[in-house]
Structure formats: C-alpha cells, structure tokens
C-alpha cells in the first residue's frame, strides 16, 4: 500500500499569513492527488484534486503543486475561516495523518 | 443537485455486522463509483474502499479485507458498505463519497454514526 505522509501535524499562524502543507507518497503517484478541508464536526469538503486543479467555488487564496511524490497545499493569506483540518489522499487510496491548522 | 443521503445512526454489539446505505440522486448513477469514508473518534480519515456503481469492481483496504462487502443496487441509486465481526475499534461515523478510482471524492453524505459497544 501506497503510505501518505503529512507535515506538520498542526500548524498556527496568524491571519494574512502564508500557509505551506506538505504531503509525500511513499512511491509516485504521478498528479493522482487530492486535499481536503475538514471544520470540527463537519464533512470534509474536496478543495483541490488533479494535485493543482482547484475545485469549483473553492476560494482561489488555496493552491496546489506537485508530482510524483511531493505535493503542497498553500493558502495565501490565512483567513479566519480556514480554521481546520487538512488532508491530503492518493486517489483510491488512503489518506495523510491530517494537519491542523489554528490562528495565532 | 447531487446529494448523496446515508442511513440513520446504528448501535451494535461487538461480533455483529452492520450495513449502512447511501442513496445517491442528482446525477447519472452509474457514470461514478462511490467510496467510504471512516473517522473514528478525534481521529483522522481512513479510507475503506471503492465499488464501481457501472460494473461493482471492488477495491478494498488490505485492513478490511475479509471484513467488508461494498455493493450497489442501481435499481435505486443507492450504494450499500456492509462490515462484519464488529469490535470497539470499528466506533466511527462513516462516510460515503461520490468518486475514488481515478477521481477525488467531488460529493459526500452526511455520515453515519455506529457506535460497537457491549
């Protein structure tokens, strides 16, 4: 099985900053990428998928990059609302550990 | 629109099975697969497997496997995740989730809680 690994585990970072999430594959998985946001108590919701294609209405302060093995999730000004848990998942496979992130 | 609606919250005893349905509207059935989702409590997601709502391909987690049975019955749009010889560990709300073999999870129900206690 193909292990997702994430970094950091949480993060806190005040508002307006630029936020940096990393996600590797244990082997290549070519763009078969995608994050998700989960807010406490809520569903996750897909914000990226093809490793960089924003999904539709997502807010375009998120980005995606990345290939085969490494991948980053970027908000680029942190806003209030992104309080949440981030994941990142090979495509018919498992997921990262998550990444928390908080507002200072 | 598309929604995908799961069944209502389950209480089972440890050795027991559990089947949980999501019924899927707003959009051709069969054109997408439909994933599960698991998250026990304060814990992170953790993928189960995928089924084919065109052909029932199947594609489990080497954990669950042996365990779970995904099917669906097109006749109704609805897609069912079966898991057997429940222990503690298996208390999660589950997930069902338009998407999985080559595509991300664009659409998800609202969960379903199954709490596994004695």
């Known amino acids: 099985d193909i292990q997702m690994t994430q970094s950091p585990s949480s993060l806190s970072a005040s508002v307006g900053d630029r936020v940096t999430i990393t996600c590797r594959a244990s082997q290549g998985i070519s763009n078969y990428l995608a994050w998700y946001q989960q807010k406490p108590g809520k569903v996750p919701k897909l914000l990226i998928y093809a490793a960089s294609t924003l999904q539709s209405g997502v807010p375009s302060r998120f980005s995606g990059s990345g290939s085969g093995t490494d991948f980053t999730l970027t908000i680029s000004s942190l806003q209030p609302e992104d309080v949440a848990t981030y994941y990142c998942q090979k495509y018919n496979s498992g997921f990262g550990q998550g990444t928390k992130v908080e507002i200072k | 629109q598309v929604q995908l609606v799961q069944s209502g919250a389950e209480v089972k005893k440890p050795g027991a099975s559990v089947k949980v349905s999501c019924k899927a509207s707003?959009?051709?059935?069969?054109?997408?697969?439909i994933s599960w989702v698991r998250q026990a409590p304060g814990q992170g997601l953790e993928w189960m497997g995928w089924?084919?709502?065109?052909?029932?391909?199947?594609n489990y987690a080497q954990k669950l496997q042996g365990r779970v049975t995904m099917t669906t019955d097109t006749s109704t749009s609805t897609a069912y995740m079966e898991l057997r010889s429940l222990r503690s560990d298996d208390t999660a709300v589950y997930y069902c989730?338009?998407?999985?073999?080559?595509?991300?999870?664009?659409?998800w129900g609202q969960g379903t809680l199954v709490t596994v206690s004695s």
């Open positions: 707003g959009y051709t059935f069969t054109s997408y697969g």
């Open positions: 989730a338009r998407g999985g073999q080559l595509d991300a999870f664009d659409y």
């Open positions: 089924i084919s709502a065109y052909n029932g391909n199947t």
